[in-house]
């Protein structure tokens, strides 16, 4: 007989609430466009079977993955016909796959087009390289005859640096809308989730939001309309008194200037909690109280200074503050990475 496992010790709070919010206030700012929803990286790390849920009862009809590996979550709570795998046929095996699942490849070269023609073709998407350089067909391959035999759903091209203004985005514009113009599409695709801030020219048919969703800001003015969508939490396993002059956790970076009341929490950095809020990180109680990290943070867990919160007892449970622009200013990591380095020890 196998035993029920007990509580667990880390909790990835969720307000889907929050992503069904963002996700209809994405969709508005995409003005004409549907918004679509990037879903790849497990859901940015919030995990993707309750993120594709979540989104297409609020109205979402097409989901991104990146690896076919992701697909079988996604299409446990989406028609297949609405997935779309935007690393695309590498070889036969993944060609076979899309046929057997019904869920959409995306075309980035073509030798890829010419794969997925060869296996017996049918409907895809297309992905056109306008200035990134990492997956896509160039311009120049457009008129191709792999290509132009593709029965393309979505056409679509990805903006190298929407979060900032520059010439960059109005030359990735101008060469998506001509690839507009030289190949058959039922619907046309450019803006992530900054690219939706950029306007009207820059929608199409169908807009691709990840980090937004999941409570990312991309830029500035869209702050406003994107909420929190998860709040880490960590039980405390101890608490302890330590002397002044002892030090605190590996390599001993944290001396103790005075006796003081600890806490040592079951987050680390396999957590997605990384060694960069080592000294540098504070927690919160939960009547908010700061808890700052104490010298490294560690595999499997974190210490932290509980003399702001005297009454924190073993077992009470503690936040890491997730509002991601701050989180990622104080870090050096990028809000993507705050979200998808999120271990898979979290309980619901
Ligand atoms: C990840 C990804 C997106 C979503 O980008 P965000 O910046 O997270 O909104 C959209 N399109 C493609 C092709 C992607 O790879």
């Not at 030798?111 to 390289?129: E, F, I, P």
């Not at 393309?152 to 010439?167: M, N, Q």
């Not at 101008?174 to 190949?183: D, S």
């Not at 104490?294 to 003399?307: E, K, Y």
């Amino acid at each position: 007989m196998q035993a029920d496992l007990p509580e667990p010790a880390l909790r990835l709070a969720f307000d889907e609430d929050a992503l069904c919010a963002n996700w209809k206030a994405l969709d508005r700012l995409s003005g004409n466009a549907r918004a679509g929803a990037a879903v790849k990286a497990n859901g940015y790390g919030t995990g993707a079977a309750r993120a594709s849920r979540v989104l297409h009862d609020a109205g979402c009809r097409d989901f991104f993955v990146a690896h076919w590996s992701e697909v079988p979550q996604v299409i446990a709570q989406v028609p297949p016909a609405q997935v779309s795998v935007l690393h695309g046929p590498r070889n036969e095996g993944d060609a076979a796959f899309a046929r057997a699942s019904g869920v959409k490849p995306v075309i980035n070269s073509l030798a890829q087009a010419q794969r997925w023609l060869a296996s017996g073709g049918g409907r895809c998407d297309l992905m056109v390289d306008t200035g990134m350089n990492r997956l896509g067909v160039s311009l120049g391959e457009l008129d191709h005859e792999a290509v132009q035999g593709l029965d393309v759903d979505v056409l679509l091209s990805h903006l190298v640096a929407s979060e900032e203004d520059g010439a960059h985005n109005e030359r990735q514009q101008e060469a998506w809308a001509a690839a507009c113009g030289t190949v058959r599409h039922a619907r046309a695709s450019l803006a992530n989730s900054a690219g939706i801030m950029l306007g009207p020219d820059y929608h199409g048919n169908l807009t691709r939001p990840g980090i937004a969703l999941y409570g990312g800001i991309a830029r500035p003015e869209m702050a406003s309309d994107i909420r929190q969508v998860v709040r880490p939490l960590a039980a405390v396993l101890q608490l302890r008194d330590v002397s002044a002059g002892e030090t605190i956790g590996y390599n001993a970076t944290f001396t103790a200037p005075r006796s003081m009341r600890v806490a040592t929490v079951a987050l680390g950095y396999a957590d997605g909690y990384l060694r960069c809020w080592s000294g540098k990180g504070v927690l919160r109680a939960p009547c908010g109280e700061p808890l700052p990290v104490l010298g490294r943070v560690s595999m499997d867990l974190t210490v932290i200074d509980v003399a702001a919160a005297p009454s924190l007892r073993e077992g009470d449970w503690v936040e890491v503050p997730f509002d991601l622009p701050y989180a990622a200013q104080v870090s050096g990591l990028s809000q993507y990475e705050l979200l998808t380095t999120l271990g898979r020890r979290f309980g619901a």
